[in-house]
C-alpha cells in the first residue's frame, strides 16, 4: 500500500485498509458543519466526544478481528533463527520447516524438535512439544521464555547478556551450558553442565548454581537450591524441605557437609527468615571470607554477595565431574 492512499487516497490501498473503510462505513458523516448543532455546547459536545471515542475503539477491535490479521512474521528480519528437526514445528500458528522466531513469537515444537539460534551468541536445543517466546533482542541483552518443554542452551558471551524467564524464576546465563526442563505449570529442574548461572527468588536475592549443580524449579515464584548429587542424606532432607516438612531445616543443616556450603548459602538466600540460622551452620562449613562476619551477611548485600562469591570459587576449585 502507498503512504499517499492514507493521506489523500491516491494510490493503490491496502486490502486490509479497504476491509476497515467498508465496516467504519456507516459511520461516516458529510453533511455541513453546522447541522451538527453543536451550539448547545457541554452535554452534548461531551455525548459527541464519547461517541468518537468509542468509534475508535470499535475500529481497533474489527481491525484486530479481520481475518489475516498479520501475526508477527516468522520468514526473517530480526529474530532467533530455527530449523526443525524430525520434521515441521509451529511458527506464529504456521506450520514451518525453519524461519526466525520474532520478538512477540512463539515457537512450539509439537511432535518434532528444533535448533534455535541465540542471536550470534549460542544455540538452543529444543525437545518435543516445547513453547518458547522471543521476549527481547539486542545488542546489550537477549531474553527467552520458556513455557513449557525442555531447553538446552549453550552460550559463550559476556555475564547477563542472556536469561531464559519461566513461570517460576529467570535463569540469567554467566557463560555457560545447561538445560532447564519445565511442564505445563512451569514447574521443573535446571542442570548445569558448565560454567553457571543466577536463578532469581522473590526477595531479590540470586542463587548461583555452578557446574556439575542441578535445582529444582518450584511453584511459588522460587527456584530451588543447587545440589552436587553426591550427598544422598541432603537431597532427600531439601526435598523435605521444599516441601514443607517440619524440622526439615535442622535435618538439612545437620546433612550438610563441606562440598555442600554451595547449597547452604542458595538456601540462605530463598530462606530469609532463618538465614542467621542457616548462616551460622555455613560458617562451620565453609567460614567467611576476610573479616566479613555472620552479622553483616544476614543483612544481604555486598557481605553476603561476597561470601557466596567465595564459596563459588572454592566450589569451582574443588568440584569434579
Known sequence: MSD????????????????LEQLLAPLGHDAPLDEL???????????????????????????LALP??????????????????????????????????????ALDTGAHEASLAIATIGTAELGTHTRVRLEETTAHHHHLALDEGKLHAVVNAPPRLFEVSTKHTNVVDLGCEYTIEVDATGAGSIVVQHGKVELATPNGMLVVAPMGTHARILAGNRPGVPLTGKNAALATAIEAYEHGAPGALATVLAAAETPDAITIIGLAAIDVAHRAEILRRLAQLSPPP???????????????????????????GLWRP
Open 4 to 19: 499517499d492512499y492514507l493521506w489523500n487516497r491516491s494510490g493503490a490501498p491496502d486490502p486490509e485498509i479497504e476491509k
Open 37 to 63: 448543532r453543536l451550539r448547545r455546547r457541554g452535554k452534548r459536545l461531551w455525548w459527541i466526544v464519547l461517541g468518537a471515542g468509542v468509534a475508535a475503539a470499535a475500529a481497533v477491535a474489527i481491525y
Open 68 to 105: 489475516g490479521h498479520p501475526e508477527p512474521s516468522c520468514t526473517g528480519g530480526t529474530g532467533f533463527a530455527f530449523t526443525g528437526r524430525g520434521g515441521d514445528v509451529s511458527c506464529g500458528g504456521t506450520a514451518v520447516a525453519s524461519g526466525v522466531l520474532p520478538v512477540g513469537g
Open 290 to 316: 576476610g573479616d566479613l562476619t555472620v552479622e553483616a551477611a544476614v543483612a544481604g548485600g555486598a557481605p553476603f554477595e561476597a561470601w557466596r562469591e567465595d564459596i563459588v570459587s572454592s566450589y569451582f
